[in-house]
């Protein structure tokens, strides 16, 4: 039997259905017997017996009594409810919230549709239905739904049966949405800082914007605080991030009346500023600082990419595109020097203060290219402070006033145009430019011993250009044919490629270098322009880069199985264009000789080799081969040997101006996980050349079959010549409770190849996702 028993047309409309319904007379009272139930769209009501009061809203539930509100369901044996003032009492309830938090208690009183208060209960935040790994008994817990937000009176906190905490008040998350709140600690170890205590405090200031305060305690070091804010706008985002210690009991300093206070912080943020004449401006900020050049070595936890920081960098950039053909940006980039004093190089690098770059681009212009660069930057070398511990730089430095390097200005434009003729089978890319440069340095009195400014007769030299035509010609050519590779059928491509370059000589000896550098050859620039990283130095070229590549392809589905290519330069003039005194005048017909395979030797185990040998030495400049083997998702073991030969001849004199010293590493890594339940990170570096360990780290992580995780990581790298971290770190997670918070193996899973994260995403759940 269905009725409407539809209130005022201002209140939601009810409608009952049951076996048998009577109605009392003069009462205004329904009885509802046999699978009886009262509906509303925003609540359901059940049981054996319903007393309804069509005038009051109130109804009583006898018998098996259910209520469903917001995906929440209460049971018991009896239910009193007002379906209007939405408000009623259960006796001996059942709970389960749409989250999967469960519980049960003496009573619970239904005081809103957002708060409900249960009496002597035990509340789970983990969904087991049999045994919970967890649980919270309290005399009081009101549960707030729209503040996600649980608050118990006198509450213990059980883990597997055992009280692990009493507290008077206790607070907890009932969603897994943003509340404030402590988050999950993690202990550890440091051979650097002692022993190490972090317990983050999550702010949720809306839903846009949140805060996480960290107090931190390293027994070696002293207190300190670590703190995140994050925010979304209509058109921004950024995080801004801090750290700081006031009083660090072990850090001595360079300098004798160095401060023992030690700070850093980050800001990243993005803008979209809007239109202006069909311009399109964006506003991109990445600025850091720290308190001294070894903050990141000291204290930086969990953080092998950071503890080595050559520089941190500082800029801000304001992007502009979408006007046609044009783009570009005016920047301002600075560094800061994270000097290592164990090492023997003395970080730094010009800074752009500031760098106009505008970029004009039309393709398929009549068939034409053309392409067009411009910039102009003011470079500012920073200068060594009085009194800097680097002693083989001082003299110099106090002569100069602090000065190593000139400052100065340049101006820079390279525009090209190119007419690619692409066909089935091959292409033909001619192409023509014209490269200009203007310089302008800026000298300080007491300036010497910088090599190449100075003219004949010793005077330095302000204002230099520079105008080179650049034309190259750029060819291909694919053929393919049906063959077997491992006895499938595979299509095998053979793609020859001729490179041909012409840049005339100039002798650039009196020209500045910013921020130009050496490159390796490899197959991506043994087909650039330039074998110098920037535009501070054009080497001269009349050049043919050949190059060839064969693939095979499974036929059915297109996978490469199997590539190997080869590529060499042979050069029709001498190289005369060196970068100051570090490099020496190549009078070489032939490049090195450059040969790469990589393949998939099964659908699980690929491997890759590449190596740089050089023909007139008889030796190989650079090697790399790495295998890796990935059976099963979450499984993955790699191995990789890197050598570079060290950049120096055999009287000692640096081959390149690039600050990498030769190295001969292996390293191996693995992500395993060993049971359902336990899996392993982990990873090793090993330095042939100086026969020690630079990194080693293993994490382990333990997943219960329901509501817990514990994680264990330890860690050992380098973070100098002569010095290294070691670092335990221990976390357990109990879900539920505070499912936001740190994880220690976050920062090693990034350093694993390969590695795919084993944490299931989480599914939304619907207010509706029990309907009844």
């Not at 783009?327 to 023997?344: E, H, I, N, P, T």
């Not at 102009?376 to 511990?389: A, E, M, R």
Request: net charge neutral; hydrophobic share 30%; aromatic share 14%.
């Amino acid at each position: 039997m269905l009725q409407d028993i539809s209130q005022p047309q201002d209140q939601i409309a009810t409608f009952s259905s049951s076996k048998t319904a009577d109605v009392i007379d003069d009462t205004n009272t329904i009885i509802l017997q046999g699978e009886a139930q009262v509906r509303r769209t925003d609540a359901i009501l059940k049981g054996d017996r319903i007393d309804y009061d069509r005038e009051s809203g109130q109804v009583t539930s006898t018998g098996n009594a259910r209520l469903f509100q917001k995906g929440n369901l209460v049971t018991g044996p009896s239910l009193t409810y007002n379906v209007d003032k939405e408000r009623g009492s259960i006796q001996s309830p059942i709970y389960r919230l749409n989250t999967g938090a469960a519980g049960h208690g003496r009573q619970a009183d239904i005081l809103d549709n957002n708060h409900m208060r249960m009496y002597d209960t035990f509340y789970t935040g983990c969904n087991c239905s049999a045994d919970p790994v967890w649980y919270v008994k309290s005399s009081k817990i009101d549960v707030y739904d729209d503040e996600n937000e649980g608050m118990a009176d006198n509450g213990t906190l059980y883990i597997k049966g055992v009280p692990v905490l009493y507290s008077p008040w206790l607070t907890f998350p009932i969603k897994k949405e943003k509340k404030t709140g402590f988050l999950l600690p993690t202990y550890g170890y440091t051979s650097r800082s002692g022993y190490d205590f972090m317990l983050p405090y999550f702010i949720n200031l809306a839903p846009n914007y949140d805060m996480t305060i960290t107090p931190r305690y390293m027994t070696k070091r002293n207190f300190s605080a670590d703190g995140e804010f994050r925010y979304v706008t209509k058109n921004s985002a950024g995080v801004l991030s801090g750290s700081f210690l006031p009083n660090d009991k072990e850090f001595k300093g360079r300098y004798e009346d160095q401060s023992k206070r030690r700070w850093t912080w980050t800001w990243l943020h993005q803008h979209k500023l809007g239109e202006v004449a069909g311009l399109h401006f964006d506003l991109d900020v990445n600025w850091s600082q720290a308190s001294d050049d070894d903050y990141y070595r000291d204290l930086r936890q969990l953080s092998i990419s950071q503890a080595d920081k050559s520089y941190l960098e500082q800029r801000i950039s304001l992007n502009f595109s979408g006007y046609k053909y044009w783009s570009g940006y005016l920047m301002l980039k600075k560094y800061q020097a994270m000097s290592d004093r164990d090492s023997d190089l003395l970080y730094g690098k010009y800074e752009k203060q500031p760098e106009l770059f505008i970029r004009g681009e039309r393709y398929d212009w009549g068939g034409f290219d053309l392409k067009t660069e411009n910039t102009l930057t003011h470079f500012v070398f920073p200068k060594i402070p009085d009194g800097y511990w680097w002693d083989s730089y001082g003299q110099q430095a106090d002569d100069q006033h602090g000065h190593l390097n000139p400052n100065g200005t340049r101006f820079m434009s390279y525009t090209s145009i190119a007419y690619p003729i692409e066909r089935a089978g091959w292409y033909i890319k001619p192409k023509a430019g014209i490269h200009y440069s203007n310089y302008h340095t800026d000298w300080f009195d007491g300036y010497k011993n910088f090599a190449g400014f100075f003219s004949q007769n010793g005077s330095q030299i302000q204002n230099r250009s520079r105008t080179l035509p650049i034309v190259s010609v750029d060819s291909g050519l694919t053929f393919e044919r049906n063959t077997t590779l491992f006895g499938h059928s595979a299509i095998q491509t053979l793609e020859p490629r001729l490179y041909y370059l012409y840049i005339p000589y100039r002798d650039q000896s009196d020209l500045p270098v910013y921020d130009t550098n050496t490159t390796s050859l490899d197959f991506a620039t043994a087909f650039a322009e330039n074998r110098y990283a920037g535009w501070d130095r054009i080497n001269n070229a009349n050049q043919i880069t050949a190059g060839l590549t064969s693939r095979w392809l499974d036929k059915d589905t297109n996978y490469e199985r199997l590539a190997v290519e080869v590529a060499q330069r042979f050069h029709m003039q001498k190289q005369r264009v060196t970068i100051d005194n570090l490099e020496r005048e190549e009078d070489k017909s032939r490049s090195e000789f450059l040969a790469g395979v990589r393949g998939s030797i099964t659908n699980s185990l690929k491997a890759q080799a590449n190596v740089q040998y050089d023909p007139y030495k008889e030796r190989f400049i650079e090697s790399y081969a790495t295998l890796r083997w990935n059976p099963k998702r979450l499984t993955s073991v790699s191995i990789a040997y890197r050598y570079q030969r060290d950049p120096y001849d055999e009287e000692h004199h640096p081959q390149t101006r690039s600050l990498l010293e030769g190295r001969e590493n292996i390293i191996g890594a693995f992500q395993w996980p060993f049971t359902k339940n336990l899996s392993a990170v982990g990873r090793l570096d090993w330095s042939i050349r100086d026969r020690r360990n630079t990194q080693s780290l293993l994490g382990l992580e333990y997943r219960g079959d329901c509501c817990w995780a514990a994680r264990l990581m330890m860690q050992r790298y380098v973070v100098s010549r002569t010095k290294s971290n070691s670092a335990i770190y221990f976390q357990v997670q109990l879900s539920g409770l505070g499912d936001i918070g740190t994880n220690p193996m976050e920062e090693l899973r990034k350093n694993i190849p390969g590695y795919e994260d084993s944490t299931p995403k989480p599914i939304p759940v619907s207010t509706f996702e029990k309907y009844e």
